[in-house]
């Protein structure tokens, strides 16, 4: 019964879907390096082999520039990305910066983004669970006054693994990743951090927390991934946010506040 329903279709010509570029970079005040990946994407269409692990695009031209000049990225083919020191161009906020990337092949993407004016000065941390097998964190700091801000809120435990006598570094994530001062302009934020159960053997060495003032690309970013549900055959599809002319994926800047707490 069900097979008389099925018809064969055939000769189905599909619209032609080149690879694109693909592009990521975040920029920071407080970071020693600047780093940017490229790679291709698959075709919409066609045969792919259903990984996004896709080899780097390298021997292209790679240039960051700002009010203070320009700074061309070169490739480490170690850690194939492309690189540049931050002494030799320093990421400065409020600054805007424009990214051009071109190939041997002919292909161009560019983007543009602004680093956040300032960065958060402090933060409290209350240790709301540190004896059982949950880890909970709450994290409190004041809103930058006077600025549209967005913010990006994580940490991470280290670990001594006694039974395999191995350092784990674990993600801690929060029941809200990211969060706008709409409406809460100069007041206290705050954010619970959680590190999921896990066994005696495991002992918590340290806490790093990270506040990071994002732009608003970074924070479009961001909710478009935690949005994203993989292959999840009952989720509706979410689309990933991306800034990049010609091209896909993101270019964006932050300002980063991180506090290290070392377990008593």
Known sequence: FLYSCVKEVKNIKLPPSDPKLVVGCF???????????LK????????GNGSSQHEPVTGASVIISGNAGSVQLNYNSKRKQ????????????????????STPQGEKVSATCQVPPSNISSLTIDFADTLSASKIIMVKWQDIPGQSNQYVVYAQTEEFDAKNEDTLY???TSD?????????????????????RFNDEQHVISYTI?????DVNYFLYKRSLDNYKGDDPFS???????????GIGIFAAYQKYSVWEKVK
């Open 210 to 214: 990270h506040i990071l003032n994002v």
């Open 170 to 172: 674990v993600k801690m």
């Open 82 to 101: 492309y690189e540049a020191s931050k002494k030799t161009f320093p990421i400065s906020g409020g600054e805007t910066y424009n990214l051009t990337i």
């Open 236 to 246: 509706e599809p979410s689309l990933m946010y991306t800034n990049i002319k010609g």
């Open 27 to 37: 920029i920071s005040p407080q970071d020693t390096l600047i780093a940017l990946t």
């Open 40 to 47: 291709r994407s698959s075709p919409l269409f066609g045969s």
């Open 176 to 196: 809200e990743p990211t969060q706008r001062d709409t409406q809460k302009d100069g007041m206290e934020l705050s954010s619970r951090l959680e590190r999921g």
